[in-house]
C-alpha cells in the first residue's frame, strides 16, 4: 500500500504531496498518532487536509492514511444522557480512561458496548423492508421509545431475523437480501454528517413550539420545524434562554451543541441540565437531552464538525417521527473557525474576512431544520435556534446579516433590557416573526378565535409607544394628550406585566398559551376602556393614581396557570374602576 506522508503543516491544515489517492470530504487519519482528519481541497498535484484535533506534535513526512469514507456519526441507543465532544468521543467515557484531559488521537465508541437493551422485534423471516422502515423498538430512557430503522437505501427481503430479547449495541438483528448482497444490521447506524438524510416530502408547519415564554410564543412564535436566530452581545441573556427553551419547550427531544463557547460556561451548562428536572415527566432533563461541548480551548475545526455531528443526531430522531429542536450556541465561533481555515487556506477574503461561502453554509445549516413526512410515513421535525454572538452587539456584522437571510424568527437581545434584568431580553422593536400567519389557524382552534388579533394589536400598542418615547424624550411628557398618554400606560403594561417575566417563579417561569390568552385580553380590554374613558375629557392623571394599571400588571402573580376564571374579575375591575371615577 502506497504510503501518504505531510509536505506541509499551517495550524490545523495540512498538505499531502497525493492528489489521486484522495476524494473530497473523505476522513483521514494523520500522524503516528491517527488524528481525524477531514479532506477539505484536492488541487492539481496536493491534497489538503483540516485537522480536528491539535496538531502539535505532527511533523513534515508524518504518514496519512486514507479511509474511503466521509465523516461519519454512529446512531443508535445509548446518545440519550450522554456527553460528546465535537466529533462525537464521549466524553465521560474518556475522562474515566485518561482523566480531564483528552489525549491527542484517543479514540472511544460513542455507545456503551457492555450494555444490554431489550429489543421488542416487529417483523418476521421473510418480509420484505423498505428504507426507513421500523423493525423494533426498545426503550433507551425512561419512557422513550427508541425505534429501529431500516437504514436509507436498503431495500430487500429478511433472510434472519432475532427474536425479541435483550442484545448488545453491536450483536446482529437483522440480515437482508439486497440487489447488492446480504446486508447485516445491528442496532446502530453510520452516517455522513455533512449529509442530510433523506424524507419523503417537506410540509410548512401550522403546529408552534409552545416554550411558556410569552414573548415569544404570543409576539414572535416559532413553528416546529421552523429557524430562529438569537442574537445579542456579551450578557445579553442567549445561553440563558436556550436553556429555558430547552426545559419547558414542547419537543420531544432536544440537542444541545456548545460550539466554541468558553469552558466555565460549557460546565455550567453540563451541571445545570444534569441537575435540571423535565416538568413534563419529574425525571431528569437529560433524560430526553443529548449535549455535543465543544469548548473555544479544543481544535478549531472540530467547531464545524460539531455543528454537523449536532443536526446529524436530531435527523436521526426525526426519522423515528419525534420533534426534535436543536440549539446551536454559537454559530457566531462556528463562522469564526471557518475564516480560520479560510485564512489558512490563503482564499480570498470577503467582508470582515470571512470567506465568501459564509452564506452558503449558513444556509445549508439552517436548511436541515423542517416539518417532513419521513420515509416511513411518520411525520417529524427539526427545529434550529441558533445563538449569534456579534463583537460589540453590532447586528450589521455578517454573520447576524446573513443568518437573517435564512431564519424566519428573529429574537434580538437587548443588552439595556438585560442590565435592567428584564426577562427574557427579547427587543420588541427589532425581533420578528414569519410564523404568525402559519400558525393563525392552529391559534384558533386550540386557543382562541381572536388570538391573533389581540396579538397584533399588543405589537400596535408598542410600536407606537416607541414612537412617543422618543417625542417624550425630546420634549417630555406633559405636553401629550391624553390619549398618548394612555399609549405608554398601556406599553408599560404590556413591558412590565407581560413581557417581562420571572423564572424563579412557579407560574410565572412557563406559562400555557390559553394563560397568555386572557392576559392579552385584559390588557386589550384595558386600552379600549381607557379610550372610552379619555375620549369623555376625564383626566389620565386620575386613572393612574387609582393603581388600575399596577393591579394589572401584577395579575401575571396573582392567577394561577389553572384558574383562568380569575380574568374575568380583572375585567369587572377595570370596568367598575372605569365608572367610578369621575
Known amino acids: 500500500m502506497h504510503t501518504h506522508t505531510i509536505f506541509a503543516i499551517n495550524g490545523p491544515v495540512i498538505t499531502v504531496n497525493d492528489a489521486t489517492s484522495f476524494k473530497m470530504l473523505e476522513m483521514v487519519y494523520v500522524g503516528h498518532q491517527k488524528l481525524l482528519g477531514e479532506v477539505i481541497q484536492i488541487q492539481k498535484q496536493q491534497t489538503i487536509v483540516q485537522v480536528y484535533e491539535d496538531t502539535v506534535g505532527l511533523k513534515k513526512g508524518d504518514p496519512v492514511f486514507p479511509t474511503g469514507e466521509a465523516i461519519t456519526v454512529t446512531l443508535g441507543p445509548g446518545l440519550i444522557s450522554n456527553i460528546y465532544d465535537g466529533i462525537q468521543r464521549p466524553l465521560l467515557d474518556i475522562e474515566s480512561k485518561h482523566g480531564h484531559f483528552i489525549p491527542s488521537g484517543s479514540q472511544a465508541f460513542p455507545l456503551d458496548q457492555n450494555k444490554t437493551w431489550d429489543v421488542t422485534v416487529f417483523l418476521n423471516k421473510g418480509d420484505h423492508v423498505n428504507p426507513g422502515m421500523i423493525y423494533g423498538e426498545l426503550l433507551e430512557t425512561s419512557g422513550f421509545k427508541h425505534k429501529l430503522l431500516i437504514p436509507p437505501n436498503v431495500?430487500?427481503?429478511i433472510l434472519n431475523i432475532k427474536k425479541s430479547g435483550a442484545y448488545h449495541v453491536l450483536d446482529t438483528i437483522c440480515e437482508i437480501q439486497t440487489h447488492q448482497g446480504i446486508e447485516t444490521l445491528n442496532l446502530t447506524q453510520k452516517w455522513p454528517i455533512k449529509t442530510p438524510r433523506p424524507v419523503i416530502s417537506r410540509h410548512i408547519s401550522h403546529e408552534p413550539l409552545i416554550?411558556?415564554?410569552?414573548?415569544?410564543?404570543?409576539?414572535?412564535?416559532?413553528?416546529?420545524?421552523?429557524t430562529a436566530a438569537i442574537p445579542g452581545g456579551f450578557g445579553t441573556g442567549k445561553t440563558m434562554l436556550q436553556h429555558q427553551l430547552a426545559k419547558w419547550c414542547d419537543a420531544d427531544l432536544i440537542v444541545y451543541v456548545g460550539c466554541g463557547e468558553r469552558g466555565n460556561e460549557m460546565t455550567q451548562v453540563l451541571e445545570e441540565f444534569s441537575n435540571l428536572i423535565d416538568p413534563k415527566t419529574n425525571r431528569p432533563l437529560l433524560e430526553r437531552t443529548i449535549l455535543i461541548a465543544n469548548t473555544s480551548n479544543m481544535p478549531v475545526a472540530a467547531r464545524e464538525a460539531s455543528i454537523y455531528t449536532g443536526v446529524a443526531i436530531a435527523e436521526y430522531y426525526r426519522d423515528m417521527g419525534y420533534h426534535v429542536a436543536l440549539m446551536a450556541d454559537s454559530t457566531s465561533r462556528w463562522a469564526e473557525a471557518l475564516r480560520e481555515i479560510s485564512g489558512r487556506l490563503e482564499e480570498m477574503p470577503a467582508e470582515e474576512g470571512f470567506p465568501a461561502y459564509l452564506p452558503s453554509r449558513i444556509s445549508q445549516f439552517y436548511e436541515r431544520a423542517g416539518y417532513v413526512e419521513n420515509l416511513n410515513h411518520t411525520h417529524g421535525s427539526i427545529t434550529i435556534v441558533g445563538a449569534v454572538s456579534p463583537q460589540g452587539a453590532d447586528f450589521s456584522e455578517p454573520v447576524t446579516q446573513n443568518t437573517k437571510r435564512f431564519v424566519r424568527t428573529f429574537w434580538a437581545l437587548d443588552k439595556q433590557?438585560?442590565?435592567?434584568?428584564?426577562?427574557?431580553?427579547?427587543?420588541?422593536?427589532?425581533?420578528?416573526s414569519d410564523y404568525g400567519h402559519d400558525l393563525d389557524g392552529y391559534y384558533r382552534e386550540h386557543v382562541a378565535e381572536d388570538f391573533n388579533t389581540f396579538r397584533q394589536k399588543l405589537i400596535h400598542i408598542?410600536?407606537?409607544?416607541?414612537?412617543?418615547?422618543?417625542?417624550?424624550?425630546l420634549i417630555g411628557s406633559d405636553v401629550l394628550p391624553d390619549d398618548q398618554k394612555l399609549v405608554i400606560e398601556i406599553g408599560r403594561v404590556i413591558r412590565v406585566?407581560?413581557?417581562?417575566?420571572?423564572?424563579?417563579?412557579?407560574d410565572d417561569t412557563y406559562v400555557p398559551l390559553i394563560k397568555q390568552y386572557h392576559m392579552m385580553r385584559v390588557i386589550v380590554f384595558l386600552y379600549e376602556q381607557g379610550l372610552a374613558y379619555v375620549s369623555e375629557k376625564k383626566s389620565i392623571q386620575v386613572l393612574k393614581e387609582s393603581s388600575l394599571f399596577e393591579r394589572i400588571i401584577q395579575m401575571k402573580y396573582d392567577t394561577t396557570n389553572e384558574n383562568m376564571n380569575a380574568f374575568d374579575d380583572y375585567i369587572r375591575i377595570i370596568r367598575d374602576t372605569m365608572r367610578n371615577i369621575d
Open 211 to 226: 416554550s411558556g415564554q410569552r414573548v415569544i410564543d404570543t409576539l414572535f412564535p416559532i413553528a416546529k420545524g421552523g
Open 462 to 473: 408598542l410600536s407606537e409607544e416607541a414612537k412617543l418615547l422618543e417625542i417624550v424624550k
Open 417 to 432: 433590557l438585560a442590565y435592567a434584568r428584564h426577562y427574557a431580553a427579547i427587543n420588541w422593536n427589532e425581533s420578528y
Open 155 to 157: 431495500y430487500g427481503t
Open 497 to 506: 406585566g407581560f413581557l417581562q417575566q420571572n423564572a424563579f417563579h412557579k
